[in-house]
């Protein structure tokens, strides 16, 4: 009997469940993402008053998700009490059925007992069964979502350093290279040709969407061209050497990633701590020009700096970037706007200590500030995927 009424349940509740597990999931995100938008962005919510825009989006995801979650627990406990009364009825009926003058109370009392010891050791098993069940639909929603990302392909190789090692002495080939992206019908890149040495500075420049940062996504092997290849020295940059490529580059992006830790560990990044070699933090951060702004701090090196680097100006979040790529010791230097946050002095100063004296540091300059390239040996302009000249500082100057 009791295994009936709880099938019954099942079938009545599965498809309410199944509703309310993608609401749940759906609308976690919702908050987390209204949350993130609202706090990460609150200067800009404050000063344009739209604080009533988050709180409303937080509100519209969080009430469904309260309520759902609720149903979904009154769901998975109610059956309990819905048939321990309807046990009571059960056992009350029968005693009234089987009782008569003829047949004495004490008759019964043995069977009604016995009923009742079962009933109380069964029901807590088979309500933890269908509570576990409805905990198991509710919650699948969100176990599917990251078992299907869980569940992606990467590349084994991607994490081994295989036998394919690259050693970049002389010179990196661009030849005919070609990208676009999935369900995007124009190229972002298309038939990129030419070549730098090692020791080179090669600027980048064009407007935005030209391709810049695509184009950086794969010389650092970060994408895959369609078509085309990149040859440094006599080696092809395939699947299997990727790694060993990128053990020779370091990348200061736009918006450089900092973790709520000090300022030491922010620049070994992904050092473990008692294998940081504090010289060579030290000596990087005094090229990205920030070695005195750090010694003037409370904690020197032990400062922790927040999340996100956000007790420090936007300035001296970008030269901690710099300080980390330079603690690398890399052959090929990325610089992807790295200077677009220094003021004019500050940036003099960083790009002398980089570039004026002997330096077989081979480096890519992407800048919308000309000034920031004119250290480079030649630089590359693209104009829609493509490159529309490659020429001098002073002829970048000239037009």
Same mark, same amino acid.
């Given at each position: 009997?009791?295994?009936?009424?709880?099938?019954?349940?099942?079938?009545?509740? #599965? #498809?309410?469940?199944?509703?309310?597990?993608?609401?749940?999931?759906?609308?976690?995100?919702?908050?987390?993402?209204?949350?993130?938008?609202?706090?990460?962005?609150?200067?800009?919510?404050?000063?344009?008053?739209?604080?009533?825009?988050?709180?409303?989006?937080?509100?519209?995801?969080?009430?469904?998700?309260?309520?759902?979650?609720?149903?979904?627990?009154?769901?998975?406990?109610?059956?309990?009490?819905?048939?321990?009364?309807?046990?009571?009825?059960?056992?009350?009926?029968?005693?009234?059925?089987? @009782?008569?003058?003829?047949?004495?109370?004490?008759?019964?009392?043995?069977?009604?007992?016995?009923?009742?010891?079962?009933?109380?050791?069964?029901?807590?098993?088979?309500?933890?069964?269908?509570?576990?069940?409805?905990?198991?639909?509710?919650?699948?929603?969100?176990?599917?979502?990251?078992?299907?990302?869980?569940?992606?392909?990467?590349?084994?190789?991607?994490?081994?350093?295989?036998?394919?090692?690259?050693?970049?002495?002389?010179?990196?080939?661009?030849?005919?290279?070609?990208?676009?992206?999935?369900?995007?019908?124009?190229?972002?890149?298309?038939?990129?040709?030419?070549?730098?040495?090692?020791?080179?500075? @090669?600027?980048?420049?064009?407007?935005?969407?030209?391709?810049?940062?695509?184009?950086?996504?794969?010389?650092?092997?970060?994408?895959?061209?369609?078509?085309? #290849?990149?040859?440094?020295?006599?080696?092809?940059?395939?699947?299997?050497?990727?790694?060993?490529?990128?053990?020779?580059?370091?990348?200061?992006?736009?918006? @450089?990633?900092?973790?709520?830790?000090?300022?030491?560990?922010?620049?070994?990044?992904?050092?473990?701590?008692?294998?940081?070699?504090?010289?060579?933090?030290?000596?990087a951060a005094r090229k990205a020009q920030i070695h005195e702004t750090i010694m003037l701090m409370e904690n020197n090196y032990n400062t922790i700096i927040g999340e996100k680097g956000e007790r420090l100006s936007g300035g001296q979040r970008q030269r901690i970037g710099i300080a980390r790529a330079l603690y690398k010791s890399a052959s090929l230097l990325v610089l992807d706007e790295a200077t677009s946050a220094l003021d004019n002095e500050t940036e003099e100063l960083f790009l002398k200590s980089m570039f004026l004296g002997k330096t077989n540091l081979?480096?890519?300059?992407?800048?919308?500030?000309?000034?920031?390239?004119?250290?480079?040996?030649?630089? @590359?302009?693209?104009?829609?995927?493509?490159?529309?000249?490659?020429?001098?500082?002073?002829?970048?100057?000239?037009?």
């Amino acid at each position: 009997l009791l295994i009936i009424i709880y099938f019954f349940n099942v079938l009545i509740f #599965k #498809k309410r469940l199944d509703k309310y597990s993608q609401i749940i999931a759906t609308n976690q995100n919702s908050v987390y993402k209204s949350l993130q938008e609202g706090l990460h962005g609150i200067r800009d919510v404050l000063i344009h008053g739209n604080q009533e825009i988050y709180v409303n989006h937080y509100r519209n995801a969080d009430i469904p998700l309260r309520l759902s979650m609720a149903f979904a627990q009154i769901i998975g406990n109610s059956p309990k009490f819905i048939v321990e009364a309807l046990g009571m009825v059960v056992i009350a009926s029968i005693a009234y059925y089987f @009782i008569s003058p003829e047949v004495g109370f004490q008759t019964i009392i043995p069977a009604l007992g016995s009923l009742a010891l079962g009933a109380q050791r069964l029901l807590p098993l088979i309500q933890q069964i269908y509570s576990s069940w409805a905990a198991i639909i509710t919650g699948h929603q969100g176990l599917e979502d990251v078992v299907t990302l869980m569940e992606q392909e990467f590349e084994v190789d991607a994490f081994i350093n295989n036998n394919h090692q690259i050693n970049f002495k002389k010179i990196v080939h661009i030849k005919n290279l070609k990208f676009s992206y999935p369900k995007n019908k124009t190229s972002a890149l298309k038939n990129i040709n030419f070549q730098f040495k090692k020791g080179d500075c @090669i600027g980048v420049i064009g407007s935005s969407g030209s391709g810049k940062s695509t184009f950086l996504d794969l010389l650092m092997g970060l994408l895959e061209p369609d078509h085309g #290849k990149i040859i440094i020295d006599d080696m092809i940059l395939k699947k299997g050497n990727i790694r060993s490529w990128q053990n020779h580059i370091a990348h200061v992006p736009q918006n @450089i990633f900092l973790l709520d830790t000090t300022i030491a560990q922010n620049i070994a990044f992904g050092v473990e701590t008692d294998k940081i070699v504090m010289d060579q933090v030290f000596n990087a951060a005094r090229k990205a020009q920030i070695h005195e702004t750090i010694m003037l701090m409370e904690n020197n090196y032990n400062t922790i700096i927040g999340e996100k680097g956000e007790r420090l100006s936007g300035g001296q979040r970008q030269r901690i970037g710099i300080a980390r790529a330079l603690y690398k010791s890399a052959s090929l230097l990325v610089l992807d706007e790295a200077t677009s946050a220094l003021d004019n002095e500050t940036e003099e100063l960083f790009l002398k200590s980089m570039f004026l004296g002997k330096t077989n540091l081979t480096t890519i300059m992407v800048a919308h500030r000309l000034s920031s390239l004119r250290y480079c040996n030649s630089i @590359i302009e693209l104009n829609k995927g493509q490159v529309s000249r490659i020429c001098s500082y002073e002829e970048v100057l000239g037009n």
